[in-house]
Nanobody, 124 residues
Framework: QVQVAESGGGLVQAGESLRLSCAAS????????VGWFRQAPGKEREFVAG????????IYAESVKGRFTISRDRYKSTVSLQMNSLKPEDTAVYYC?????????????????WGQGTQVTVSS
């Protein structure tokens, strides 16, 4: 079993930055892809960013490309999401998820272990 925990959410103003962290514990593997998703009130959960097992491949949703950066420290089993130039439409609960496979993926179904989420609120 893998436990996933997010941290770093909060309330910021538009244009500011936040850094989210995801820590995996338990029967963890550094050979799995990790993704960030988000869910705003009344909306479906959507893909934000993903990273491959070795950090060599990263993918982003078009809405965050150029503003968000995903990275990982394999030795610490942590994945970070640096969010710059935040907009009110980025307001959501952000979830970290660990995939069953090594590559980065946009698909919900490729992720097996999910955290409880962390709230990010961006005021205008």
């Amino acid at each position: 079993q893998v436990q996933v925990a997010e941290s770093g959410g909060g309330l910021v103003q538009a244009g500011e930055s936040l850094r989210l962290s995801c820590a995996a514990s338990g029967r963890t593997s550094s050979n799995n892809g990790v993704g960030w998703f988000r869910q705003a009130p009344g909306k479906e959960r959507e893909f934000v960013a993903g990273i491959s097992w070795n950090g060599g491949d990263t993918i982003y949703a078009e809405s965050v490309k150029g503003r968000f950066t995903i990275s990982r420290d394999r030795y610490k089993s942590t994945v970070s999401l640096q969010m710059n130039s935040l907009k009110p439409e980025d307001t959501a609960v952000y979830y970290c998820a660990v995939a069953l496979r090594a590559y980065a993926s946009r698909a919900n179904s490729d992720y097996r272990y999910w955290g409880q989420g962390t709230q990010v609120t961006v005021s205008s």
